[in-house]
């Protein structure tokens, strides 16, 4: 067979490392093109720090670092001199302490240490400005030329070339596939793939073939001391982050680095850019802004006061790819057949990304989960230039910054709204925002019912200043209340699919694991698969007529999933009916006495039952009611057209009175499905998950012909982790996610989500753990400065039965 010709734009450091992980895959007809010299091109990579620290509360971005540090050390193109990371304050302090939790969820090697230990690893740091620090021994320093030329040369050796001064200025393509590149000079170069990997020009690349690459070239402030008379140049002093004042430094020799984001963010004009860098070393460098350095300067002087004997020697503003959520931009156009994007990648992940990628575009997914850095993760609003570069800018300014892990942009807002949203702001909501999506997360109208909830025995535990940051007690009255009466819901959010056509009962038996193709009227929960049996969603698919789906999905990702797989004849069509429709949750025992009045049809779980889908009128409007329950309770989601969303409300609303119903947020909703044992899919599992291994086995129907992934599980060995459900000892207690879990006393296993439960008066969490583990067995969370024992617990923890669900 002939292999496929690929052309990748950009020699850096992530068009080497890609070439490298090709070639070594065995495509060996690999061309590489660069703008500028090889391997000091002018971009990024040529003036990057080289900071490597492996430790970030997402596993995919950890894991990628993982490797680049492992791939660039067998390269001596690393020095592995260690991490730094210090405290002046006492937020900051918890914060390493949150840090130290992910690098042993992820398996970091990490210590906690105290000023003066800080002071040893470091001896210019002032050991009595700091608490304490964050010491990772495998972190360092990333050569990154010496990595892209050894990777490069790697490449070279397996067939592929490299072209200098070959600036790519047009894609071309036939057909809706690539068909190469032309150069500035004219030439052409046919390829099969096409990569971006230009860095901050892939944007304007992107452009020029219809494709949004949601990034923005920034400027970040670099200078370098002369001669320190107290730095000994043989020192191998660790990388230092004194993240209080943004600040991080490097030793070059007997001087010092100092990188800097406490500035004004500079979103960077490439239009502009040759003016703009012009007498500057190289296009992704301008000129040092030293008066915004003066704050930077005094206070490393502070932290480290031997700097005083120095002084700034150069200096240069350098550009750097920042996006929306800090995550790279990865994947293949949608619309254009072998054009793949490989963008907004540092340093620190640049090699965890190449293999990836590499995988993915020969051997068709990924070797790791990456819906995190996809490129299709965004909603349309989202890719708006307003959005990306509002957002890529206040990525700028947080990149140092203490996140909570409930935190919610604060800006845009309001880009979409549901129905409901002016009732929901008149019962005093406070709004989370995803997707876009104004959120309720607790209703304020529903204070009234804490001293009657806890006259009736509710308690409300006492919560540490970091829980209780984007949450209210509220939410526990809210959650007990669904159970004991009635809430109101809004599912606006959730993604909808309308697939239909000839073909469509086909397709999704073809795509999804479970049997979709009753007759109209059932509802069915399924999972979508990639090749490798990893989960990619969890669908609820409701068959509304023979050729007709209401698919409920989880995001973009799926829509480009089934886009991509779409037959070519026509016989399936897909339409995202999301922003058209809208949703309510109807939940408790009683909904039914509460919606039954308005409805000409028999409610009753005989004539309606369970995963059942009914299309029908409540009063004047017409819905479609699905008979499902995402936190485990009698009810319905009822959608309807966008039109008739206010009066939908209304109309419930006042039916509802007699039965006291509420509106109830986010957190709510959260509790109650933990307490059920449902699964959130990019929180409790991912593609790196086998449904068996997240309990969800029983949505897999083996006895298909076929699906996506039926081929991977059936070959599959037992799982070695599972996700268990574990309740905390401590009534107080509470974890967020991604703390880590002890098993006889060492780290085993990490959480992914949690929330308190109303019902059994503890916090719930799932966590993966070894599958030996056993009901019963305590496991140990380390929460902040914390550590909390508790129990694993059969599933569900509420309701084992299903007989509230099925009243």
């Not at 008739?644 to 509790?671: C, K, M, P, T, Y």
Request: charged share 20%; net charge negative.
């Amino acid at each position: 067979m002939t292999q496929p010709r690929v052309v990748i734009i950009g020699a850096g450091i992530v068009g080497t490392a890609l070439a490298d992980e090709i070639t070594a895959l065995g495509w060996t007809d690999v061309t590489v093109a660069d703008r500028g010299p090889l391997f000091r091109t002018g971009g990024s990579t040529s003036h990057a720090p080289g900071l490597v620290f492996q430790t970030n509360g997402s596993k995919t971005m950890a894991e990628l670092a993982r490797y680049t540090v492992e791939k660039f050390g067998a390269l001596d193109a690393f020095d592995a001199v260690g991490g730094l990371e210090v405290a002046t304050t006492p937020e900051r302090w918890v914060e390493l302490h949150r840090r130290h939790g992910w690098a042993k969820a992820w398996g970091i090697e990490s210590r906690l240490l105290d000023a003066q230990a800080c002071a040893e690893l470091h001896p210019l740091v002032d050991p009595d400005l700091i608490i304490g620090g964050f010491h990772t021994p495998t972190d360092g320093l990333a050569l990154a030329v010496r990595a892209a030329e050894a990777q490069a040369r790697r490449a070279v050796e397996r067939g592929a070339r490299f072209l200098a001064y070959c600036e790519v200025v047009e894609i071309l393509e036939s057909d809706g596939r690539v068909t190469g590149v032309r150069t500035a000079d004219g030439q052409e170069l046919p390829a099969d793939i096409v990569v971006c990997a230009a860095g901050f020009w892939g944007a304007e690349l992107g452009r020029k073939v219809g494709l949004t690459v949601p990034l923005v070239p920034m400027a970040h402030q670099f200078a370098k001391t002369g001669a320190v008379p107290a730095l000994d140049s043989a020192a191998r002093l660790p990388i230092l982050r004194h993240q209080d004042a943004d600040l991080y430094y490097r030793t070059y020799g007997d001087r010092i680095g100092i990188g800097y984001y406490g500035h004004t963010p500079r979103p960077v004009d490439i239009g502009t850019l040759t003016e703009d860098s012009a007498g500057e070393p190289m296009p992704s460098m301008l000129p040092f802004t030293t008066a915004e350095f003066e704050p930077a300067w005094a206070e490393s002087v502070r932290l480290l006061p031997a700097l005083a004997d120095t002084k700034v020697d150069e200096a240069f503003d350098g550009i750097f790819s920042f996006t929306p959520d800090g995550f790279p931009i990865l994947g293949e156009h949608r619309d254009l057949a072998g054009c793949w994007v490989a963008e907004a990648v540092w340093v620190t992940h640049s090699a965890g990304v190449a293999r990836a990628v590499a995988h993915w575009i020969v051997e068709g997914t990924p070797d790791i989960d990456l819906h995190e850095c996809d490129l299709y993760r965004f909603e349309d609003a989202a890719r708006s230039p307003e959005f990306i570069r509002r957002t890529s800018v206040q990525a700028f300014v947080e990149v140092y910054d203490i996140l909570h892990p409930h935190q919610y942009r604060s800006a845009p807002r309001n880009v979409r709204t549901s129905p409901f949203f002016d009732r929901h702001r008149e019962l005093g909501a406070f709004f989370f925002e995803g997707g876009c999506w104004e959120r309720p997360a607790w209703f304020e109208a529903n204070r009234a019912l804490l001293p009657e909830l806890a006259a009736d025995g509710l308690e409300f535990p006492r919560r540490d200043d970091w829980s209780s940051r984007f949450y209210s007690p509220l939410s526990i009255a809210e959650a007990r209340w669904t159970r004991t009466h009635v809430a109101l819901y809004d599912m606006t959010p959730l993604t909808r699919y309308e697939v239909s056509g000839r073909g469509a009962a086909d397709f999704l038996q073809r795509m999804t694991t479970n049997d979709v193709g009753r007759k109209p009227g059932a509802v069915t929960y399924t999972l979508l698969l990639d090749d490798n049996g990893g989960i990619r969603s969890d669908l609820t698919v409701a068959r509304l007529s023979e050729h007709h789906f209401q698919v409920g999905a989880n995001g973009p990702l799926d829509f480009d999933w089934f886009a991509r797989h779409l037959p070519g004849d026509g016989s399936v069509i897909l339409r995202d009916i999301t922003g058209g429709t809208c949703c309510l949750g109807v939940w408790g025992p009683d909904a039914r006495a509460m919606v039954q009045p308005l409805c000409p049809d028999d409610l009753s779980h005989r004539a309606f039952g369970y995963f059942k889908a009914l299309r029908t009128y409540l009063g004047s409007i017409p819905v479609t009611m699905l008979r499902v329950s995402y936190v485990g309770e009698l009810g319905w989601e009822i959608y309807t057209g966008a039109e008739h969303g206010a009066a939908l409300w209304d109309l419930l609303w006042e039916a509802g009175r007699a039965h006291r119903v509420i509106a109830a947020g986010r957190i709510a909703f959260n509790s109650l499905r933990l307490e059920k044992g449902y699964r959130s899919w990019g929180a409790d599992m991912t593609a790196e998950h086998t449904p068996e291994a997240a309990g969800l086995g029983f949505a897999v129907r083996m006895s298909k012909q076929s699906f996506t992934g039926k081929q991977a599980l059936e070959s599959a060995a037992p799982p070695g982790k599972t996700l268990r459900t574990v309740v905390l000892d401590d009534p107080h207690a509470v974890v967020l996610g991604k703390e880590p879990v002890s098993v006889r006393g060492a780290v085993a296993g990490y959480v992914t989500s949690a929330g308190y439960s109303a019902t059994i008066g503890r916090c719930l969490a799932y966590a993966w753990l070894p599958s030996d583990v056993q009901p019963g067995d305590e496991v140990e969370i380390d929460y902040l400065t914390q550590r909390f024992t508790a129990r694993v617990h059969t599933e569900p923890v509420v309701d084992p039965d299903m007989t509230l669900i099925r009243r």
